[in-house]
């Protein structure tokens, strides 16, 4: 168990509303991260934080922001969601290792 | 540009024979390679993992091989079991500014059957 909790962990909604998702960390990690995982792309990441209020572009960015304001929270945000959104996010913390760990999974839906 | 190449999207094995899984990559300043597996409805969960200082590391029913000559890492599971069924990603981490990032293959499917 990793300590990461996403929320919410199963969510459809409508083209154009906003949606946002929740990673939580109980061991205070400096790094975190939000991926998207889709058939025929594996996965890919989408931003990523190196502490509170620093984040940076990863791979597929477009469409999406996140925020981080403390420590245990990493939230992406889909300011307007279209149907290509449609997917598997995946939170993940690197507690320094050289591996970085998942969270559970949201699964999206764009109607 | 993919730098990290799993080019099998689907393997089928008999329980108790060898599942290999390739992988190939495009960047020399990767130093860290990884396996992952992910189960349906489920987040990825790390198997094993390798530094590029090292050719081979094994854990149990599952070793790592490494050839950096050729940007090459495979994953071999003996004796395979119907429980490895999933998907496998693997990943590689690179120095400098790429250090606490990975970036990954688009995964293959193993299928063992009994």
């Known amino acids: 168990d990793a300590g990461i909790t996403q929320s919410p962990r199963h969510k459809v909604t409508e083209t154009g509303t906003p949606v946002t998702l929740r990673c939580h960390q109980t061991e205070n990690h400096r790094y975190m991260y939000w991926y998207r995982q889709d058939p025929g792309h594996g996965l890919r990441l989408i931003h990523y934080s190196y502490g509170v209020k620093d984040t940076d572009k990863g791979e597929v960015s477009d469409g999406y922001s996140v925020s981080r304001s403390k420590t245990e929270d990493f939230l992406l945000t889909l300011e307007s969601a279209t149907s290509s959104q449609t997917s598997v996010y995946f939170c993940?913390?690197?507690?320094?290792?050289?591996?970085?760990?998942f969270g559970e999974g949201s699964w999206l839906t764009v109607v | 540009d993919q730098q990290v190449k799993q080019n099998s999207p689907s393997l089928s094995v008999q329980e108790g024979r060898i599942s290999i899984l390739n992988c190939d990559y495009t960047n020399s300043m990767f130093d860290y390679f990884l396996w992952y597996k992910k189960y349906p409805a489920e987040g990825p969960t790390f198997l094993i993992s390798i530094s590029s200082i090292k050719d081979k590391n094994e854990d149990g029913r599952f070793t790592v091989f490494l050839n950096k000559s050729a940007k090459h890492l495979s994953l071999h599971i003996v004796p395979s079991q119907p429980g490895d069924s999933a998907v496998y990603f693997c990943?590689?981490?690179?120095?400098?500014?790429?250090?606490?990032?990975?970036?990954f293959g688009k995964g293959t499917k193993l299928s063992v059957i009994p």
């Open positions: 993940a913390i690197f507690p320094g290792t050289g591996t970085i760990y």
């Open positions: 990943a590689a981490k690179g120095l400098g500014a790429g250090s606490y990032q990975l970036t």
